[in-house]
């Protein structure tokens, strides 16, 4: 296992577009995350999911956006309509349940131009 | 809601000195607290990982200490190399499944 995976690395939209990002998660784990970080900034929480079960929503998460994980697997976040304001790293975390830490990937970098 | 600051925001030292980051975080019902290395323009790399019942935590130049009572974690990066140059974050983990990070300290080691 090579760790969390995420595609693209780089994304750059023109506004209004849609865009999907994909992570793939440490196989074993059940938790995966969405994270968003900003320049200078540290992470933000978006969302995370138990399995296939979406737990819990940011309020940052707008109707504009929205988050799958079928089948327990990999993960998708979609973003409608960008804006420019979406502009950020996108990062993706799994966990085992047990107090075993976060393991992130390497990020979806994200320009609207 | 849980804050986390981290103190200083920069840093810039020479090769071969020690060093001691912080990191305070206002709620201490916490699981427990992460230390990531980030590169520029790349993601988190997991340093060390200290449960809310652990003191410290060590791995290699590095040593983690946590005061949940008083809110409070240092990295402490002994010998410190060119290497070791990128951003440091530090994470805590409440009850709400997620981690709360802060801003982060930007080291620079210059040879």
Known sequence: DTGVSQDPRHKITKRGQNVTFRCDPISEHNRLYWYRQTLGQGPEFLTYFQNEAQLEKSRLLSDRFSAERPKGSFSTLEIQRTEQGDSAMYLCASSLSGDNGYTFGSGTRLTVV | ?111
């Open chain 2, 1 to 111: 809601k849980q804050e986390v600051t981290q103190i200083p925001a920069a840093l810039s030292v020479p090769e071969g000195e020690n060093l001691v980051l912080n990191c305070s975080f206002t709620d201490s019902a916490i699981y427990n607290l992460q230390w990531f290395r980030q590169d520029p323009g790349k993601g988190l790399t997991s340093l060390l990982l200290i449960q809310s019942s652990q003191r410290e935590q060590t791995s290699g130049r590095l040593n983690a200490s946590l005061d949940k009572s008083s809110g409070r974690s240092t990295l402490y990066i002994a010998a410190s190399q060119p290497g070791d140059s990128a951003t440091y974050l530090c994470a805590v983990e409440g009850g709400a499944n997620n981690l709360f990070f802060g801003t982060g300290t930007r080291l620079t080691v210059i040879p």
